[in-house]
């Protein structure tokens, strides 16, 4: 007869600690990153705005292609998709409103803290001089997109942790940063026995550290 086994400590910690830090080795190596970003391109962030030094947010619009050279460049085919990308807006807007309310009217019922919206969109590259007015348009729509996916993103993971948080028989492609916390697949003991403990450690859970959203000085 197969038997399972117990452990006193919970099964999903077993070699979290090593993933957990080289997470946190991630973040810091991010962090160095944005912090010789800013040195090399002489900006810095004041009250959530993006202050260029002057010199260089002159020479910005130096670079800004005007409307007629930059669609005259362009792949026309390209042109003739702009509006089937543009169309995502709608299931995008629609998922975003309906994703805020499934969470405020259940997550407070599994008592899972709300994840908040405004971190995951930084409306920043919109105001930047180098780029034209189509750019511009392009950039806002890929930062509402992919915040709309990074929020949801942690939406479902924060429910996945609650109702079902067991790892995939096989390698997955970036899985969420939750998912490395989960029980084995197969490990039934650790799953019956200590599912109210990964409910529990969702309660003073918050969203992932990001970078307050801010908006480029003119």
């Known amino acids: 007869m197969t ?25 810091r190596d991010l962090r160095r990153s944005v912090r010789e970003q800013r040195r090399r391109w002489r900006y810095q962030i004041t009250r959530g705005r993006v202050e260029f030094d ?6 910005h619009a130096q670079f800004r292609q005007g409307l007629p050279a930059y669609l005259r460049g362009a792949n026309p085919l390209s042109l003739l998709t702009a509006p089937v990308i543009y169309s995502l807006l709608v299931p995008f807007a629609l998922i975003d409103a309906w994703v805020a309310v499934y969470q405020r009217i259940c997550f407070p019922i599994y008592g899972i803290p709300l994840v908040r919206r405004r971190p995951y969109f930084a409306l920043d590259r919109g105001k930047l001089r180098y780029l034209n007015a189509i750019e511009k348009a392009n950039c806002t729509f890929c930062t509402y997109a992919n915040g709309v996916l990074s929020h949801v993103r942690e939406v479902a993971a924060r429910t996945e942790q609650y109702w079902c948080p067991i790892r995939h028989a096989r390698p997955i492609a970036s899985p969420h940063e939750r998912y ?12 019956h026995q200590q599912l109210a403990w990964q409910r529990e450690r969702l309660r003073p859970a918050a969203a992932p550290a990001t970078a307050r959203p801010y908006r480029v000085k003119r």
């Not at 002057?54 to 020479?59: I, K, M, P, T, Y």
């Open 3 to 27: 038997t399972f086994p117990t452990a006193d400590r919970p099964a999903a910690v077993a070699g979290d600690e090593r993933t957990s830090r080289r997470l946190e080795r991630l973040r």
């Open 54 to 59: 002057r010199e260089v947010h002159a020479l």
């Open 180 to 191: 490395h916390q989960f029980f084995d697949y197969g490990d039934a003991a650790s799953y």
